[in-house]
């Protein structure tokens, strides 16, 4: 994964299923939420908060961590994500 055209130090383990059948990595391109295991979903989440130059959170819960409030703000630069 990248954030802002930097590639995150995620290791694969973080996307590979155990052998629960646990864990593992489900695209799903008709919904907009993502789910990650938690090593990579931390990684993202700092990423992606270094690159939105301070704009505020919502302070929802978990599902809506990255819902901004932008209002005030002639421009908003949002960093790239992209699956590698």
């Known amino acids: 994964m990248s954030v802002g055209g930097e ?42 908060k270094k690159g939105t130059m301070g704009a505020a959170g919502s302070g929802g819960g978990h599902a809506v961590r990255h819902v901004y409030d932008l209002s005030g703000r002639e421009s908003v630069e949002v960093p790239t994500k992209s699956l590698l």
């Open 7 to 48: 590639v995150l130090s995620i290791p694969a383990s973080a996307f590979e299923m155990d052998e629960a059948r646990e864990g593992g990595v489900i695209i799903d391109l008709g919904t907009a939420m993502t789910w990650l295991s938690a090593e990579a979903y931390e990684s993202l989440r700092e990423a992606f």
